[in-house]
């Protein structure tokens, strides 16, 4: 068995799906069954099958692409894009106030994806009525969230780099407000609000890693007891294990011991 990650679009999520027999260098375009229908994707690599990952429900590698199948490929493209043309202007029309983002046949073209962001829950089953009358396939539109706009769309963080969604992280779980108290991040949305107007993803990447360095460390505002004697705890360097503390109106620095493993 040979499994391979494949892509739909360049840096978009990789999926895993078993290859068989076929043996398929990097960068090679297949064509792969998905739950959509079938799909054009490019192989980005062949996984380990010493790596963890449940191999009892992959999707199959159909074939490697051929040049007829590139065409359609193309072809396919050009029609989602006139079909997110009209996506547009049946939403004036009907005044739906619906912003369309992007428009995907499968490769088989049984079906049309639009995904659209919207300011609140919107019926647009006119809408789909009336581009499946066009398009003679069935019409599917998935309102996103504003994460996944951000995603789809891309941009540059505060930091100066890529959106982390668009690259390196596809986050998974939650990003809650707590992450940012765990780091005892100013709870400023002008700065742990992203370009999503939502929590920074990034706030996710050392959570687990503060809450282990913060054993055992006092808050800021606490009584601790110094070699000075008794002070009030002003400032906390979680991952390094060292505070301010006033005492007699005096800053001292205060290093605990290391309790990270505890």
């Not at 990789?14 to 799909?39: A, D, H, M, S």
């Not at 079909?83 to 073209?109: H, S, V």
């Not at 705890?233 to 007699?248: A, E, F």
Request: proline share 1%.
């Amino acid at each position: 068995m040979n499994i391979y990650e494949v892509v739909f679009r360049d840096k978009g999520k990789g999926y895993y799906f078993n290859g068989g027999r076929l043996k398929i260098p990097n960068r090679v375009t297949v064509i792969v069954e998905t739950e959509r229908g079938l799909q054009f994707g490019r192989v980005v690599r062949k996984i380990d099958l010493s790596t963890s990952i449940d191999v009892s429900n992959l999707k199959n590698v159909i074939r490697i692409a051929t040049k007829k199948d590139y065409e359609q490929y193309l072809k396919n493209l050009r029609d989602a894009e006139e079909a997110l043309k009209l996506a547009k202007k049946e939403n004036e029309n009907l005044g739906l106030g619906m912003n369309f983002l992007d428009a995907e046949f499968t490769f088989d073209r049984k079906q049309l994806f639009f995904n659209f962001h919207a300011d609140q829950r919107v019926d647009f089953r006119e809408m789909a009525k009336r581009l499946a009358q066009v398009y003679k396939t069935r019409i599917e539109l998935r309102q996103i969230g504003a994460r996944d706009k951000a995603s789809d769309i891309g941009g540059v963080g505060m930091c100066g780099r890529l959106l982390c969604c668009t690259g390196c992280y596809k986050f998974t779980e939650s990003i809650t407000m707590n992450m940012a108290k765990n780091q005892n991040l100013a709870l400023n949305p002008s700065k742990i609000n992203g370009a999503c107007g939502r929590l920074l993803c990034c706030l996710s990447y050392e959570d687990a890693e503060y809450i282990r360095c913060s054993y055992g460390l006092p808050s800021v505002g606490d009584e601790i007891e110094t070699s000075r004697g008794k002070g009030k705890v002003v400032q906390i360097d979680i991952l390094n294990r060292k505070g301010k503390v006033l005492v007699d109106n005096q800053l001292e620095e205060v290093v605990w011991n290391d309790e990270k493993d505890s």
